[in-house]
């Protein structure tokens, strides 16, 4: 979430006002070092022009022992306020006289004295000793620095200021805008352009922003135009495959039921040499309906025509069903057909059109691939990951399959080896409608083989239904 916190200017701003005060620091330390040594080199000159002005006025009575006219005179030294003691000395180092302490040493320390010597007609009269402070050195440079400083701050809040609107200018409000038009962006409308204000960097992202969206919109144009072809072209196919299944499955039921009636008769007249001939007519056309059913229910898929229609479906009333319906499929191969499932089974919200046609595929391969053994359809509840499944297993004690043959199973027109279709007939669409049906109903389905053992084909499905529409 962008706030003004950590926008651009402000990230800019964090960095820019530190700078200023630490170069302002730095330079008022400079500027008080240097006043500092302006100030002490004035206060030595000072003392030192002090002290020669007033040698001759202390050396002349000094010379003469006028103590008390060396006395008055050190008295006008103190009138300047940098001193604050002045002490004569005689040229061996004897105290003379000192004011306005006895013991300016004492008093005043040695850190802080100026010493002169004192010469009259070029002999040695004395010392001279001024101890000074320097507290109006300290005065002055407090002032001055109190002033640096307040003028440094005016200064720091006026670049700040003028910094911050500046940016705001050049930065923050280009790319405000340029963050206006991709928020406001509705869907399914062309991004606005952005006005390009600026010549920098930023004005070339803008530049750059509104070409990438003259792009984009002949890109959604392209893809546009595409789908529209697309769309057309599966309506086509779609009337096309209606249209011919129509055409197709008319003669062949045709067919299938005509030679079906002369199958009756010829059994009635026990002419055996048309019986087999007949027999093949039949379950070639029977075999084609098939084909053709298979082909129109994974086209209907792929174009999203199959739409599915939920609802409850009570399991153990369904189940009754797909045994009545499979029995004889079974009986075929002289297989035991058994059907597994709890009292409590409950209901699906499922379509049980497509339910019963996934079901009915895996025990017609199961009937096809096993003789002498046993098809079982178990039903059971199941919950995974806090939902409720329903898990529906076809198992059989067939001829089972190598674990390479199950890898592609279902896939369309895959078969488990090419002998499968010499033997055993079929198109190999049977698991990818299966496959799509459990897709569509939002579960999915797997397969578990074992060569010479059997078979076993589990999927499951959400029991309220999570079914997705074809569009
Ligand atoms: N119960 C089964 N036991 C052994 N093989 C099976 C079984 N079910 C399917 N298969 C293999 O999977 C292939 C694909 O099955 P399917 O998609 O239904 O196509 P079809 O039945 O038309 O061949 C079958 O040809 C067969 O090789
Ligand atoms: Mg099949």
Not at 45 to 69: C, G, K, M, Q
Not at 143 to 158: G, K, P, S, V
């Amino acid at each position: 979430m962008l706030n003004r916190f950590n926008s651009i200017t402000a990230k800019f701003f964090l960095i820019l006002v530190p700078t200023i005060v630490v170069t302002a620091a730095l330079f008022l330390v400079v500027y008080v070092y240097l006043k500092n040594k302006d100030l002490n080199t004035v206060l030595n000159d000072r003392i030192s022009l002090n002290a020669s002005l007033h040698a001759n006025a202390v050396a002349e009575p000094l010379w003469t022992f006028n103590y008390d006219a060396v006395k008055q005179t050190i008295k006008t030294i103190l009138l300047h306020p940098e001193v604050v003691c002045a002490e004569v000395l005689e040229p061996d180092g004897k105290y003379v006289h000192s004011w306005p302490e006895d013991n300016c040493t004492q008093v005043f320390g040695e850190e802080l004295v100026h010493t002169d010597k004192l010469t009259l007609h070029n002999q040695d009269v004395g010392i001279l000793r001024l101890f000074y402070t320097k507290e109006e050195i300290y005065k002055t440079l407090t002032r001055d620095i109190q002033l640096a400083a307040i003028l440094i701050l005016l200064t720091i809040f006026a670049a700040s200021v003028a910094a911050f609107i500046a940016l705001s200018i050049i930065v923050g409000n280009p790319l405000a805008k340029l963050l206006n038009s991709i928020k406001n962006t509705k869907p399914g409308h062309m991004r606005p352009m952005v006005q390009q204000t600026t010549n920098d960097e930023l004005g070339h992202v803008v530049d750059e922003y509104n070409r990438m969206i003259e792009l984009e919109q002949s890109h959604i144009n392209e893809l546009e135009t595409a789908r529209e072809q697309a769309e057309a072209a599966t309506r086509t196919k779609s009337q096309f495959l209606a249209t011919m299944s129509h055409e197709l499955r008319t003669p062949l039921n045709a067919v299938i039921g005509i030679s079906e009636m002369l199958l009756e008769e010829v059994e009635e007249k026990k002419e055996e040499d048309y019986i087999e001939p007949l027999n093949r007519v039949s379950r070639a056309g029977k075999h084609l309906l098939n084909l053709i059913n298979e082909i129109l229910d994974l086209s209907k898929i792929e174009a999203g025509k199959m739409d599915l229609i939920p609802e409850h479906v009570p399991l153990k009333d369904f189940l009754e069903e797909v045994r009545s319906t499979s029995i004889p499929l079974a009986d075929k191969n002289n297989n035991t057909f058994i059907v597994q499932c709890p009292d409590n089974i409950g209901s699906i919200f499922a379509d049980p059109t497509r339910l019963r046609q996934i079901i009915l595929n895996l025990v017609s391969n199961a009937c096809k691939f096993t003789n002498d053994g046993e098809i079982t359809v178990s039903v059971k509840n199941r919950e995974i990951d806090l939902t409720d499944w329903v898990e529906f297993q076809v198992r059989d004690t067939g001829i089972g399959m190598k674990l390479d043959q199950t890898e592609n199973l279902f896939e369309e027109f895959t078969q488990a080896d090419s002998s499968t279709t010499r033997k055993f007939g079929g198109t190999g669409l049977g698991l990818a409608i299966c496959r799509r049906l459990c897709d569509m109903m939002g579960g999915s389905i797997d397969v578990e083989s074992e060569s010479g053992v059997g078979t076993v084909f589990t999927f499951v499905l959400p029991s309220v239904g999570k079914m997705q529409y074809a569009k």
